[in-house]
């Protein structure tokens, strides 16, 4: 056989290995099932701005949707549309892709020239690690588990920012019903802070009543200027979270308040047995316990013999000269060592993936019990304190009126009022924080009232203030 009759038998069978390789890949449908997958978590499907055309379409989209008032699923849906940060996170899909095709081509040859400076001699060199033409199939199931594992590690992240889009929404659309609050009790203070100045100025209260209004009055403004400085700091969290830029920020408008807890219950056990089959972090582990063990053989025989070479060496000195021959490394410790890092490293993915699922498992049993506690503590504050306070201000209020009781009742009955509110608003916004850290591990919209809500017998009256409080306060925008 000549040189240029191996040459281009080897050329041939690089080039047919290549050939069977790439027929082999299926088109990159990673993102579409992650984008599936993220949806079905967060309600919201992410976009991947790889090209100008692409990210042109993803600023319209963000456009249309800043043209209307944004809810907490709006305000998800223009992260996963704009945030820089997520689109980072989504570029380690190409990453993983790169790994991936990288893992199921078949090696690359490595061909040295040598030609003389002088005369006619000219030496070619054709090697190929024959290890890894060998384990090429443990190889591309191994990229394979690599993807899954990428993907699914990818869909974690974008669940976390999900939640951290929510919780920002949450604090500043909290922020603004607080403020609200406080702006109207800053208001009633002041009228009673004036009109206590004039039943003083009769003679009909004691200085010290005036003072108490006045103090009142001041604290309500000293409140109002609190709630009023978190305003600024919590909406530039959330546009930082949306990816807006300046044009963007400036159409942006959120609901003025949140919505009220649902009355299905959340079963913290339903929640967290679903959540474990569903967990993207338990994905990610087994994926890469897949990948560990696919690649185990592999690294067991690289342990003993390193990299085996299959050489061809081609000389022309006058005529062709052909030699063949094999190369490797044969460690001292006869790869002990190389099987312990593999052993290590497969025990080390087990107890990762043990951990994930506990991890998984605790984790949203945990978020669903806060949940639940957040949830009962704001309807309580909704159906019964807001009711009993809106009773006992408007008793006093009367017996004022009626000159039985003093200022002094009035002013507490007052304060008592405000606090109630105070008492609802925080409850509130604590159960949607709460919320937001349960939908990490599972879409609270899509389970449904797992068991009945506990036995009340409600009186009338707080019946009759629940649906007031619903009446009053009713929200802009859809009910999560």
Known sequence: MTFLKIRGALASGVIALAVSGCASFAPDTSFAE??????????????????????????????????ARVGMDEAVAIAFLN??????????????????????LPPNP??????????????????????ELLFWPQRARAGEAGMAAASAQAASRLADAAS??????????????????????????????????????????????????????????????????????????????????ERQAGALQTLSRLP???GEVIDAQHVADTAVRDSFSVAAAEARLREVAARRGVRNVEALLGDVELIGEFERRGGWSEAYGLGFSLPLDFGAAGRLRTSAQFRQAWRQLQQARLDSLTQSRSAAMRAEAARELALFHRDVSLRISADVFDGVVRDFNAMQIGMFELLMAR??????????????????RARAELERHVRVAD????????????????????EEHDHTHRHEGHDH
């Open 34 to 67: 992650l984008s599936a997958q993220v949806e079905a978590r967060t309600g919201a499907a992410p976009g991947w701005a790889r090209t100008d055309e692409d990210r042109a379409e993803l600023d319209a989209s963000v456009d249309r949707l800043l043209e």
């Open 83 to 104: 945030s820089p940060a997520i689109q980072s996170d989504l570029e380690e899909l190409g990453i993983a892709r790169a790994a991936f095709l990288s893992a199921v």
């Open 110 to 131: 490595v061909i040295e020239v040598v030609r003389a400076a002088r005369g006619n001699e000219l030496e070619v060199d054709v090697s190929v690690s024959l290890l």
């Open 164 to 245: 951290h889009v929510r919780i920002a929404y949450v604090e500043y659309v909290a922020a603004r019903q607080a403020l609200d609050l406080y702006e109207q009790a800053e208001s009633a203070g002041e009228a009673a802070r004036l009109a206590a100045q004039a039943i003083y100025d009769a003679g009909n209260i004691a200085r010290v009543d005036l003072d108490r209004q006045r103090h009142f009055a001041a604290r309500m403004t000293a409140e109002r200027m609190r709630a009023q400085g978190r305003i600024g700091p919590a909406r530039e969290r959330l546009i930082a979270v949306l990816g807006l830029d």
């Open 260 to 262: 009220a807890p649902p």
């Open 415 to 432: 304060r008592d009022r405000v606090d109630a509110g105070r008492d609802y608003v925080q409850a509130v916004e604590e159960y949607w």
């Open 447 to 466: 389970l449904g009232q797992s068991r009945p809500p506990p036995d009340r017998q409600p009186s009338r009256a707080g019946a009759a203030a629940s």
